[in-house]
């Protein structure tokens, strides 16, 4: 059965999306092989082209760049960098992180609406990170996103799903990829995540702070898949008593 | 010279003062605290939290958090790894002049001291500049002495805007100004801006800053607050350690920048940890009562305290403290350092302000973070 990620128009078979911002570069490569990883997020301002140690160079070419807007405060400077980030040849791809808040790194929605929506009209295949808020997530919609990144937990938290809830409301209720960004912290959250109905993760802290990188990789690669086939298979029922009796209590009334 | 006495507490003409209560919050909550009085249990209660109050952070500057050093230590690099990642920053500091108009006992720019002033001629900084540029860099600090005269603003703007051909970061160093002439240098390139209070001790201050701008305690102090106002992006708060009691200094320099960060949340905020050094013509001023253990303290209070912030480490230090630092601490570290005026592209033109301990290019620095597992960063911001 085939059952590939579409952003965009563009479609993937990987559901693993890899951050790039904690790793040493040269074992970036090896990461993204064992994850198996076709989409690699790309914080712009770490890229220094033309210079040294440019984390370019250590990305294989078959790999989709998400070049990111990290460092932009507003929607302006979320707009301007994303522009930068085309001009240096990262493709229309664009993940949109506006935050304005140093200590807890909390996206601003509102800020982030306004840039998806000058953005989207550029032509751009616009990817929000997002605080879970379902009027937030109709608003990107609106504004021509091409999907959802509600945040799990604070970035490089490795807390897991403490938006949980609200994940879930935009799964139901959202028409686009919900990509949960930020937070996930174990292989095993993915996977919850992934049963929930969420169509990607993306992961950089919990890999880049394991003891072995690339074994890490390959076990959320692995979670998420497990997780994506529960979802498709249906998860079984739960009962909400203890259990379901083989001989039923009322098992005797005739009519 | 008979010098005239200025009451150190008081603004100074041209001085803008702001409103803030901060330096009041500060000074009140310094003065009150007592190190003496937090117990071992008090650094283990400490050391049990996500987050850390100020009573917490009280209580790991204490001296009963000295033989916790090594738990701070594990827990200041699961944190710094949490935030930073591999991340080490690299920049070096350019001195663009070193005329000063303040008499400070400690400081080797000081007015009186018989040193060879110098200030850059714009060709002179592009040369510095483009030498710096080719070591791969990406960022730089501007300094300067403090004398309005020598290197004005509208002379800091114009190396500036130099400096953004060949930078994508630009922090300055410099005297206080206010919050029209920060914008002004925003205006230029600049983004950072580093001001350290020296001592949060308003008597030590007094005693240490004879005259000139600098003996303004409360326009230093709110120099971080201008700065902000006038649009800079991040500022670094720093004591330094040594010149008074260091556990008070640290306390209120981690309080003072936690009272910015929680009024301007946007701010970048970071610090330093320079320690006395030695310096020209007055060599045997040295750093007593703050040594390794102490200053390692200090670091590791600053990132379990404000976990997010930036800590710089000085080439002060010895290179082995500084690589040692990296990773578990510190987040920034200059490389390829001359704190003589210029000296990067010919022989530099005026003397140093202290001596460094660890002259390492930047190659060198490079190698050894990459020998640590970590990653080299030049270029982590886009001025947008």
Do not use: W
């Not at chain 2, 109050?53 to 699961?78: G, N, Q």
């Not at chain 2, 500091?93 to 850059?120: D, H, M, W």
């Not at chain 2, 800079?232 to 640290?250: E, I, N, P």
């Amino acid at each position: 059965m085939s059952d590939m990620l579409t952003i965009g128009g563009h479609t993937f078979q990987s559901r693993f999306i890899l951050g790039s911002g904690k790793f040493s570069l040269e074992i970036m490569k090896a990461v993204i092989e064992h994850g198996e990883a076709e989409i690699v997020t790309l914080a712009l301002r770490r890229a220094n082209t033309g210079g040294e140690e440019n984390i370019l160079d250590y990305i294989p070419k078959e790999i989709t760049l998400l070049p990111n807007t990290s460092g932009a405060r507003n929607a302006e400077e979320a707009v301007r960098i994303a522009r930068l980030s085309r001009e240096l040849g990262c493709g229309d791809f664009v993940k949109l992180e506006v935050i304005h808040d140093s200590k807890y790194l909390l996206p601003d929605n509102y800020e982030t609406i306004k840039a998806t929506e000058i953005l989207a009209k550029e032509g751009f295949i616009v990817m929000p990170y997002m605080y879970p808020d379902l009027y937030a997530a109709r608003s990107l919609v609106n504004a021509g996103a091409a999907a959802v990144m509600p945040l799990g937990a604070p970035i490089g938290s490795n807390k897991g799903l403490s938006t949980k809830d609200f994940i879930q409301i935009l799964v139901d209720e959202i028409n686009l990829p919900i990509i949960v960004d930020a937070g996930i912290g174990r292989p095993s959250q993915a996977c919850e995540a992934m049963e929930m109905g969420v169509d990607a993760i993306m992961c950089n802290t919990a890999i880049a702070t394991a003891n072995d990188v690339a074994l890490m990789a390959k076990a959320f690669k692995q979670a998420i898949e497990a997780g994506r086939a529960a979802y498709l298979a249906g998860l079984g029922r739960v009962l909400n008593f203890k259990a379901e009796a083989s001989s039923p209590l009322t098992g005797f009334l005739e009519d | 010279m008979k010098i005239k006495k200025t009451d150190h507490m008081q603004y100074m003409d041209g001085m803008e003062a702001i409103e803030s209560d901060f330096m009041e919050k500060v000074l009140t909550a310094m003065k009150e605290y007592d190190y003496d009085q937090y117990s071992s249990r008090d650094v283990e209660t400490a050391l049990n939290k996500a987050q850390l109050s100020i009573e917490d952070y009280a209580a790991i500057l204490s001296p009963a958090a000295m033989p916790y050093l090594e738990d701070m230590a594990r827990k200041a690099t699961a944190e710094t790894r949490k935030h930073f990642g591999n991340s080490v920053s690299l920049f070096t500091p350019l001195y663009i002049a070193n005329y000063c108009e303040n008499q400070c006992v400690y400081c080797g720019f000081s007015i009186t001291n018989k040193i060879n002033r110098a200030t850059l001629s714009m060709q002179e900084a592009e040369d510095e500049l483009k030498a710096i540029a080719a070591t791969g860099l990406k960022e730089i600090l501007f300094l300067t002495g403090e004398s309005r005269l020598k290197s004005g603003v509208e002379y800091i703007g114009e190396t500036i805007k130099l400096a953004t051909k060949y930078f994508s970061t630009i922090g300055i160093e410099i005297y206080p100004l206010n919050t029209e002439e920060y914008a002004f240098l925003h205006s230029c390139g600049a983004d950072f801006v580093s001001v350290y209070q020296e001592t949060y001790n308003t008597d030590t201050y007094e005693l240490v800053h004879l005259r000139g701008s600098k003996r303004s305690f409360p326009y230093r102090f709110h120099a971080q607050e201008r700065a902000l106002l006038g649009g800079l992006r991040g500022v670094a708060f720093g004591a330094l350690l040594g010149l008074d009691d260091f556990r008070k200094d640290a306390f209120a320099a981690g309080l003072h920048a936690l009272l910015i960060q929680q009024k301007y949340p946007h701010a970048e905020i970071s610090f330093s940890t320079p320690r006395l050094r030695p310096y020209i013509n007055n060599a045997e001023n040295n750093s007593k009562d703050v040594h390794e253990k102490q200053l390692l303290q200090v670091m590791l209070a600053y990132r379990l305290f404000m976990p997010y912030a930036g800590i710089t480490i000085s080439t002060r230090e010895r290179a082995g403290f500084r690589d040692h630092v990296i990773g578990m601490v510190a987040t920034k570290m200059s490389a390829g350092v001359s704190v003589g005026v210029g000296g990067h592209s010919e022989e530099q033109k005026g003397d140093e302000q202290f001596e460094i301990s660890d002259e390492r290019n930047v190659k060198e620095v490079h190698q050894m973070i990459r020998s640590k597992g970590l990653q080299p960063v030049f270029t982590d911001y886009i001025r947008v």
